[in-house]
DNA sequence: TCATATGATGAACCATGATTCAGGTTATGG
DNA sequence: CCATAACCTGAATCATGGTTCATCATATGA
């Protein structure tokens, strides 16, 4: 079924090169940036690029699996960190700002975001990251500093509801609400009415 | 400067029947809807859209000033209520609820959410707004049953991060979440680490 | 070195959608 | 009942941007 016939050396060239340049583009001008842009900036024609990628989904697609996957790498180090005895809900916290402001400043993540529930990552990468942020949450849990029904879902809410063209005094503040409603009834009820 | 000649009568007809097109249209196919429908669905040809409203954009901000009307008449009835004895608190929920139900379901409302921050709404129709909004929030902070520090921008900042696309479910936990925030520490900080 | 499969090119094609304007209608005051 | 200013119509114009394909170039194995 696959070809693994090895691409012509100069295919597999342009091809790194289109997936650098498509990155570059769609992590700065969004995944709206014209596949002309793209082609030019990794000096091919757009040609090349459908020789590369049948249609700009897949491309945009390709580039929004590498940054889901920094992400990934992310929490995975965080969640090695509470191992090794760090606490969980300062990293759980770092993470999650880490999150925001990638959601804010990567036009490819905000565009992600915003259409999160479209076939976005790969079973295998998304996989990888809720076991990273499982590890996340069970940990701070265990810590009792976070809402013991805290769940994946949550995190998705958390990372779909960044506001992502506010200033950043704006983000800071919805950061803090959503912290606290994420740490609220984590010891007690006693806040409620 | 302004003309105040009395409209045709089958202008001024024709007038109305655009704007209600227009809200019909952009109220359930968003503001990206093409002109095309919305004449169409106005029974006129799309040149008399242009002659009521010079560009599509005029007629977005028209249909979006109605639906935030609606929004502030329901807050400013909210605070009413209160007035008359009702829980502030119960009154302020209901009326975040109304809101994100509105940004979900209604097209114009959800395309206004995100890009708040653009020119939408007139300085008279907003102030309005705010002048209820901040009643809701005086009177449930009176009540001690919200955060003390709460703001108008926090109200915005609900606003805009609606979870427009995903499922009630998921935007039922979203609001659990977001209130837990608005009123944590609002009686003690007990729930501090 | 050469044949040729593989790869590259970019103008052309197609679709969508906002906006315009030349020409045909009609409400309305006199 | 007219004259005519206001209106209306909708095909045409522009602009954008994804996708295709006939044509040309070259990497590579024999």
Redesign the pocket.
């Known amino acids: 079924m696959g070809e693994d016939?090895p691409?012509?050396?100069?295919?597999a060239r342009?091809r790194g090169r289109i997936l650098e340049a498509a990155t570059r583009q769609i992590m700065a001008r969004g995944p709206?940036v014209?596949?002309?842009a793209i082609a030019e900036d990794a000096g091919?024609?757009?040609?090349?690029l459908?020789?590369?990628f049948?249609?700009?989904q897949v491309l945009v697609v390709a580039v929004l699996a590498e940054c889901f996957g920094a992400l990934t790498s992310a929490a995975e180090a965080a969640a090695d960190r509470i191992d090794a005895g760090a606490s969980a809900i300062a990293e759980f916290t770092a993470f999650a700002r880490i999150v925001m402001e990638d959601a804010a400043g990567n036009l490819a993540m905000k565009a992600a975001a915003r259409s999160l529930g479209a076939d976005v990552h790969e079973a295998e990468e998304r996989s990888r990251g809720e076991a990273a942020m499982t590890r996340l949450l069970d940990a701070a849990k265990a810590e009792g500093t976070v809402r013991p029904d805290l769940g994946i879902e949550d995190c998705y809410l958390f990372f779909i509801t960044v506001p992502v063209d506010q200033p950043p005094a704006m983000r800071d503040r919805w950061f803090e609400l959503m912290i606290a409603g994420f740490r609220a009834g984590a010891v007690s009820r006693s806040t409620a009415p």
Do not use: I, S
Not at 7 to 11: G, V
Not at 44 to 48: D, I, K, L, S
């Open positions: 016939r691409l012509r050396a100069d295919a342009n709206e014209p596949m002309e091919v024609a757009v040609g090349t459908y020789r590369h049948p249609t700009k």
